[in-house]
C-alpha cells in the first residue's frame, strides 16, 4: 500500500499562485509515477500532470502546459505541482496519485490521496 497526503490547497484569485504538496509513504518503490489529477464541479477527474521517479520524465495537461510546473524530493519521497497564473476554470479538488506508467490515464494509477481543494475566484 502507499498513502499519499496532499497539503497546499486553498483560495486565491485569479492571477494568483500556489503550491500542492503530496507526501508519500508505504511502499512507495512499487509505484514508478506521481501524478496530479483534477475535478471540477460536475466533471470527472482529469489528468493535471505526472512525474516519473527516477528519470524526473514528465507529462502535463494542454490546459496546464506553460502554467504549472511537477517536481519531486526524492529524498522526502514528496512531488510538488506549482501552479501559476491560475485562472477560475482551474477550480477544483486536486488529488495525488501513484502509479505504473507516465501517462494521463487515471486507470494506471493505483493509489489516489483525499484530495486538497484549490478555489480560484475572478
Known amino acids: 500500500q502507499v498513502q499519499l497526503v496532499e497539503s497546499g490547497g486553498g483560495l486565491v484569485q485569479a492571477g494568483d499562485s500556489l503550491r500542492l504538496s503530496c507526501a508519500a509513504s508505504?511502499?512507495?518503490?512499487?509505484?514508478?509515477?506521481m501524478g496530479w489529477f483534477r475535478q471540477g464541479p460536475g466533471k470527472e477527474h482529469g489528468f493535471v500532470a505526472a512525474i516519473a521517479w527516477n528519470s524526473g520524465g514528465t507529462n502535463y495537461a494542454d490546459s496546464v502546459k506553460g502554467r504549472f510546473t511537477i517536481s519531486k524530493d526524492n529524498a522526502k519521497n514528496t512531488v510538488y505541482l506549482q501552479m501559476n497564473s491560475l485562472k477560475p476554470e482551474d477550480t477544483a479538488v486536486y488529488y495525488c496519485t501513484a502509479g505504473r506508467v507516465l501517462t494521463d490515464w487515471p486507470g494506471s494509477y493505483d493509489y489516489w490521496g483525499q484530495g486538497t481543494r484549490v478555489t480560484v475566484s475572478s
Open positions: 508505504g511502499r512507495t518503490f512499487s509505484s514508478a509515477v
